[in-house]
């Protein structure tokens, strides 16, 4: 015969259920360095208690063991019964209470999630229970007295000449060339076929296109495109 129980509740009844008192603990908060604290809680006794008294309340009218109507068995043996699974759902209630509420008290503003290996933490059967986490904290620091601070906000003034400098740019990257007779000027892209001579040597015709820059440019000219004929 299988034994098991069932702690399923209605909307009703968990609207109805009594509001716990808060879980009273101790903390010790260490600094390892800036951006972590190490946490040890301590929680008495008595607290421990309290919580595997709620959990049993809660279970032994619906317990079912062997023998026994749902609800029936006596509370000793219901203890002995369901004793592992109770301790590990009151480890899990205390640390969860616990955890909030450390998160609620202390002094530090947490930016990741508590680390501690579940499984090692043991429900003690006497004493205090007792466990230790770390946690990333956003580091302190003073900040300095910033109201004393002056600032100068730049003023870049924009001519005419600044303008039509940008509009010229923007027309020759995307204008599309023509052709013309008419004599080069400034920022004309040109057609240049030549031929080197040597006394009776010549070389191979060739053909480069370049833009015109003014003599005292800081550019170079430029050749997009070389072809041999």
């Known amino acids: 015969m299988s034994t098991s129980f069932d702690t399923d509740s209605t909307p009703a009844e968990d609207a109805a259920a009594p509001v ?10 260490t600094k390892p360095h800036a951006c972590l604290r190490e946490v040890v809680v301590t929680i008495p006794r008595g607290e421990v208690d ?10 032994v009218p619906e317990a079912q063991v062997p023998g026994f109507r749902a609800g029936r068995a006596p509370r000793k043996l219901v203890e002995k019964q369901f004793k592992d ?4 759902r009151v480890k899990g209630s205390l640390l969860m209470d616990s955890l909030a509420k450390v998160t609620e008290d202390a002094e530090f503003s947490a930016i990741g999630e508590p ?7 043991e429900l003690p059967e006497k004493g205090e ?26 003023v870049e003034t924009i001519s005419e000449e600044d303008v039509d400098a940008a509009l ?10 023509e052709a013309s007779d008419a ?11 030549g031929k080197f001579v040597d006394g009776e040597k010549t070389s191979p015709r060739w053909t480069k296109n370049a833009s015109l820059w003014p003599i005292a440019s800081a550019s170079p000219m430029r050749f997009a495109k070389t072809s041999a004929n």
Do not use: C, H
């Open 115 to 121: 680390d501690f290996d579940y499984e090692s933490i």
């Open 129 to 154: 229970f007792k466990y230790q986490f770390s946690i990333e904290v956003r580091p302190e620091f003073e900040t300095p007295d910033w109201k004393k601070l002056e600032l100068k906000k730049p």
């Open 50 to 59: 309290r919580y595997m008294k709620d959990a049993y309340d809660e279970l």
């Open 183 to 193: 004599p080069a000027e400034i920022g004309d892209r040109l057609l240049i076929t």
């Open 168 to 177: 010229q740019r923007v027309l020759s990257r995307y204008a599309s060339l």
């Open 20 to 29: 716990k008192d808060p879980l009273q603990l101790n903390m010790e908060v």
């Open 85 to 88: 699974r109770i301790e590990d």
